[in-house]
């Protein structure tokens, strides 16, 4: 089963750019790579979706190399109400499992 | 209406009890998830109904039982539970199944078993 790493946590300062790495070493050849924001007692919310190279949406960036076992997600500029819990999403290669990584908690700080 | 609605936010439960857990949404989506999510940790995919059909089943013990009435609605039964089941239960909608499409979360509903 694939194992999909990300950092436990990270901190930054209002304004910055945050970058945030997923790695996901058994991705199923044809699936796409979901960054999803969860906040306190909410269900999860959909960031940005993409398949290799870059993609970029009003919110965020990710980035996929080549080989597509790894992603970034690049949040511009965060505010303190970018603080959350940030999740990779990817459905693994063997059984085709839909499978979150562990998660990063984002703090931003004043 | 881009909201998925699940009843109720709370349950508390004896682990004799039955209950179940509604999930609704009116985007018109035809794949449907459950997900349970322990504290500091990552959903976890529990079950999948795709077009009213169950596709997946993670190996789900039986005491969860899930049901799905129509293309709007997404029924958790809960029977004969344990205290490690306490959870958020997450609801969740997608056009069709398949990590390609964007999946739109409820609240959850936060069990407690006794």
């Known amino acids: 089963l694939a194992k999909t790493t990300q950092p436990i946590s990270m901190d930054s300062y209002e304004g910055q750019e945050v970058n945030i790495t997923c790695s996901h070493n058994?991705?199923?050849?044809?699936?796409?790579i979901t960054w999803y924001q969860q906040f306190p007692s909410q269900g999860p919310r959909f960031i940005i979706q993409?398949?290799?190279t870059k993609v970029t949406n009003e919110v965020a960036s990710l980035f996929i190399p080549a080989d597509r076992k790894s992603s970034t997600l690049s949040l511009p500029r965060v505010s303190l109400s970018d603080t959350a819990v940030y999740y990779c999403?990817?459905?693994?290669?063997?059984?085709?499992?839909?499978?979150f990584g562990a998660g990063t908690i984002l703090r931003v700080k004043s | 209406d881009t909201e998925v609605t699940q009843t109720p936010k709370h349950l508390v439960m004896g682990m004799t009890n039955k209950k179940s857990l509604k999930c609704e949404q009116h985007?018109?989506?035809?794949?449907m998830y459950w997900y349970k999510q322990k504290a500091k940790k990552p959903p976890e995919l529990m079950f999948v109904y795709s077009y009213e059909k169950l596709s997946i089943n993670e190996s789900v013990p039986s005491r969860f039982s899930p049901e799905c009435p129509n293309s709007s609605l997404l029924n958790l039964h809960l029977h004969a539970l344990q205290p490690e089941d306490s959870a958020l239960y997450l609801c969740a909608s997608s056009q069709r199944q398949g990590n390609y499409n964007e999946q739109f979360f409820g609240p959850g509903t936060r069990l407690t078993v006794l």
């Open positions: 993409g398949y290799k």
């Open positions: 985007m018109g989506h035809r794949a």
């Open positions: 999403l990817v459905q693994d290669r063997d059984g085709n499992k839909l499978v």
């Open positions: 058994n991705i199923a050849t044809n699936d796409y």
